[in-house]
């Protein structure tokens, strides 16, 4: 899990935060899609289409803490 959190974020870098500043506490990077159980943050992003990179906005998930971004990326690749 620790790898994982240091390869989504360059070791702790590079967390996503929102418009305020704040940290969104999201160490996997995990995106909000269509569910609206969680709170989130807008950021410029490059997604790979095609091998071709877009830079887009994308909605990421915004956790109250890093136990709480552990516990649901463990919930995600247990489901």
């Known amino acids: 899990l620790v790898a994982q959190a240091a390869l989504e974020t360059g070791w702790g870098k590079y967390v996503a935060k929102d418009a305020d500043g704040s940290s969104s506490n999201n160490l996997f990077n995990i995106k909000s899609g269509s569910n609206k159980d969680y709170?989130?943050?807008?950021?410029?992003?490059?997604?790979?289409?095609?091998d071709t990179p877009i830079k887009m906005n994308a909605s990421f998930r915004k956790y109250p803490s890093f136990e709480q971004s552990f516990n649901d990326y463990i919930s995600l690749i247990k489901g």
């Open 39 to 50: 709170a989130s943050v807008n950021i410029m992003t490059t997604e790979y289409i095609a």
